[in-house]
Each structure stands twice: as structure tokens, then as C-alpha cells.
């Protein structure tokens, strides 16, 4: 039973209080509490994913090719993505706030089997394969959360709140992964494949926490649909229509082409950074792996722990600058110069195929990564009406992922067993130097969004 009335979950006044600090989306109840609810969710998130990943790529039992990366993470990605327009039929039709709640149970009770199975050694399609349902089903709860944002903050709110909230929840996953390796550490004791499974046990209460939260604190109605844009009609007919929908969702993203261009300059940068990705598994497991001192991958797992804190070093600065310089240099500026940044990082990263040069550069990365995702998701907010609100974000996601997995499967194609190819980073440097020229002028005559439109019949973001 909730404790919030509809009254108390509808966003603030927009006067009220300073506009775009952090203090005054704090100040509200609602977004505290769906702010908890996703650290929550996404903290239990980095230890299942750790557990799994390292229990996968990191057994010293096994051997791994830069290609299994790429079809590992395919197969567990691709069916999440596909799926991801189908979600915004139910974000725009069912409650959002049952939606978070239900699917936070449903991972919560897949972990404990997930977590047996690899403990005892059990098959890898079983495993995998309840795995596959828990990241699947991930695609509601992070879609469902931000198109509820613009229920719980006011409209003026929006790029200080999703600042704050995405970077907290991109941080919450990376302590995950951080605390993870300590869970590791801490069960080396344990026989085969046991502390893995500790470490994934871990996510179960922090699913359910989420799920409690949701829950309690708002109304069936609380976080949307409002029941004036809410889609009505059958289930399976909607399914049926979804294709047609979708098509709708895309003239209607067209119209707001700020919005379109945006979003495409974060597809360009996943693909990119997809390929970075493969490069650094690969190696961080073959070109800087010492099996001879680290026979269970010690210094790998240990360096790959300092990426993830360095990373979420990055989000936070991210969260930090984004608002303020977004709104001194605009939105388009901002990311165009993020853009360039990224073009750098990776040249230097090029020249320095050291592990410490690793840590700066994945700092670096997320404060790219992390600032050019705020801006598009207030754009997607900011822009779009709230009918289709649900649908494009579901797209969004379902690009940003599809994109990341043609980039792990375009670098796990040429990149040696050990991982060392110092000239694949120049060429993804040189896809964002292409990338960054093209939204620079693109963005002029198209913005992502426009705070303080004030021009009558033009769209927001135009």
C-alpha cells in the first residue's frame, strides 16, 4: 500500500524553489524514493553481472578468444534488445510503478537458482539461460524508471535529475561490479566455482529491496502512465500493432530531430566503444596476464576492479559538470566537445597500451559516456510526448545496445588472441573524430533540446 498520495507523486511546481539543483530535486519524496529503488536494482546488477562474467571469462579452467566476448555478450544482449520496443506497449499502457516492482521480484528469485548452478558446476545452458531472462527482463525496470522521472521532478528539473540519477545508477552498477571482486577475494577458500555464486547471492536481497520500495512508496498511478494518454485495447492486439506503432514512435522522434541526431551520436559512440571494449578484455587476459605468478588471474581481476572504481569516479564528475556546462554551452556543445574529448582519449590511449593508462582512460570514458546520456535522456523527456514517451525510450535502449554489440563483434573480428592491436584504438579514434565534425554542425541547426523555448508552435529541441 502506498504512503504517497497521486497528489504528493505528480512533479513540483516548477517555481518551486532554485531551479536544477540538486537540492531541490532532493527535496521531493518521490524522487528519492524511485532514486533508491534504482541504486538498489542496479547495484544488484554489478554483483550478478560480475559474478557471472568473471566465472565465464576469467575461469583459469577455460580458454577464451576475443570472438567468445562478442558472442557471449551477443547472446545475452540481443534478445534483450529485440524485445525492447515491445516494452514501451506495456510502459505506456500498465502501471509503471507495478511493472518495477514485478520485474525486480522476478530477477530476485532467478539469481538463487543462477547462483546454484554455477556453484555446483551445473550446465552452462542452464545457468545461461536463466540468466538471459534476468538481463531481459532488466529492459523494463531501467526503461520503466525513466519514463517515470518526469512524474517525480518538474519539467525544469529534468537534465539536474536525470544527472543525478543515471550517474547514480551507473555508479551503484560499477560498486557492484567494485565490491565484487572483494566478495571474490574473501571466498578464495571456497571449492571450484563457489565464490562466483557467492558473489551473484549477493543480488538477490538488493532485487528485492528495489522491489519493496517501489512498491511502498507510490500509487498504482503514481509514475504513468497518466490516465489521459494511457493506451487502452487488448494486450495481443497491441503486440500485433506494435511494428505500426514503432513506425509512429520514429516520425514522431523525426519531428524532434534534435532528438534523432543525438541519439545517434550516442549509437556511434556504443559502436566505438564496443570495440574498445573486446580490445580490453582481451588484453587485459592475454597481453598483460601473467599466468606463471597469477595462475587464477589475480592481477587481471585486481586491475580490472581499479577500471571500475576509476569508472565511477568518472559518472560522478559526469553528474557533476553535466548540468551546468550543458547549460552554459548548450546541450549541442556540450556533447560535440565530449565528442572531440573521446577522440583524444583514444589516440593517447593508443600510444600508452599500459594498465594505469587504462584506469585515466576509463575515467575519461564515463564522464563521455555518462554526460552524453544525460543529455539524451532529457531530450527524449524534454521533446516527447508522454504517449510516446515509453516507446522511445525502449528504442533508445534497444539501440544503445545493438550498437554496442556490433562494435564487440566488428573488434573481436580483428583483434589478435592476446589483444594487442594498438591500430584498431587509432581507427576508433578516427570514427569519432568523424562522428564529433558531423554532429558539430548538425546540432546548430538542430539542438538536442531548448530549456527555455519560448518561440509559440515550435517543438522543444528544435
Wanted: hydrophobic letters at 50%.
Amino acid at each position: 500500500m502506498s504512503d504517497l498520495s497521486p497528489e504528493t507523486a505528480q512533479p513540483p511546481s516548477p517555481n518551486a524553489g532554485a531551479k536544477g539543483h540538486v537540492r531541490e530535486i532532493l527535496s521531493h519524496r518521490g524522487f528519492r524514493r524511485l532514486l533508491t529503488s534504482r541504486i538498489a536494482s542496479q547495484l544488484a546488477d554489478g554483483f550478478f553481472q560480475a559474478g557471472l562474467a568473471v566465472s565465464v571469462f576469467f575461469n583459469p579452467n577455460s580458454q577464451i578468444e576475443p570472438m567468445a566476448y562478442a558472442i557471449a555478450f551477443a547472446m545475452l544482449a540481443a534478445p534483450y534488445s529485440i524485445l525492447g520496443p515491445y516494452v514501451g506497449v506495456f510502459l505506456d499502457r500498465w502501471s509503471r510503478r507495478n511493472i518495477i516492482v514485478v520485474s525486480n521480484l522476478i530477477r530476485a528469485t532467478a539469481m538463487i537458482p543462477v547462483a546454484l548452478l554455477i556453484g555446483t558446476g551445473g550446465p552452462e545452458w542452464a545457468f545461461a539461460s536463466l540468466a538471459l531472462v534476468a538481463i531481459t527482463i532488466n529492459r523494463f525496470v531501467l526503461a520503466g524508471l525513466s519514463a517515470a522521472q518526469p512524474h517525480v521532478v518538474a519539467p525544469d528539473n529534468l537534465v539536474t535529475a536525470n544527472s543525478f540519477a543515471t550517474t547514480a545508477g551507473t555508479m551503484s552498477f560499477g560498486a557492484g561490479l567494485g565490491a565484487s571482486y572483494v566478495v571474490i577475494q574473501a571466498f578464495t577458500h571456497l571449492p571450484g566455482d563457489a565464490r562466483y555464486a557467492a558473489t551473484i547471492a549477493v543480488a538477490v536481497p538488493l532485487y528485492a529491496l528495489a522491489a519493496a520500495v517501489a512498491w511502498a512508496s507510490f500509487t498504482r498511478a503514481g509514475l504513468g502512465p497518466d490516465e489521459n494518454e494511457r493506451a487502452t485495447g487488448h494486450i495481443l492486439a497491441a503486440i500485433v500493432a506494435t511494428t505500426r506503432g514503432m513506425i509512429n514512435g520514429f516520425g514522431h522522434l523525426w519531428q524532434r530531430r534534435g532528438s534523432a541526431y543525438v541519439m545517434g551520436v550516442q549509437a556511434g559512440h556504443r559502436a566505438l566503444y564496443g570495440i574498445l571494449t573486446v580490445f580490453t578484455l582481451a588484453v587485459f587476459r592475454g597481453h598483460f596476464h601473467d599466468p606463471a605468478s597469477h595462475p587464477e588471474f589475480g592481477d587481471t581481476l585486481a586491475w580490472l576492479a581499479a577500471i571500475a572504481a576509476a569508472g565511477q569516479v568518472g559518472s560522478f564528475l559526469a553528474a557533476l559538470i553535466t548540468p551546468r556546462l550543458s547549460r552554459a554551452l548548450g546541450p549541442g556543445r556540450w556533447v560535440t566537445f565530449l565528442m572531440i574529448g573521446m577522440t583524444a582519449i583514444t589516440a593517447v590511449l593508443g600510444l600508452y597500451i599500459v594498465e594505469l593508462a587504462f584506469v585515466v582512460g576509463v575515467l575519461l570514458i564515463n564522464i563521455v559516456s555518462q554526460g552524453t546520456k544525460i543529455v539524451v535522456d532529457t531530450s527524449l523527456q524534454s521533446n516527447c510526448a508522454d504517449i510516446f514517451r515509453g516507446r522511445l525510450f525502449s528504442l533508445n535502449d534497444t539501440v544503445f545496445n545493438l550498437s554496442f554489440i556490433v562494435g564487440l563483434f566488428a573488434g573481436a573480428s580483428v583483434i589478435p588472441s592476446d589483444g594487442y592491436a594498438p591500430w584498431i584504438v587509432f581507427v576508433t579514434a578516427g570514427g569519432y573524430a568523424l562522428m564529433c565534425t558531423w554532429f558539430a554542425f548538425a546540432s546548430r541547426r538542430h539542438a538536442p533540446y531548448v530549456r527555455h523555448a519560448s518561440r509559440p508552435g515550435s517543438p522543444a529541441g528544435q
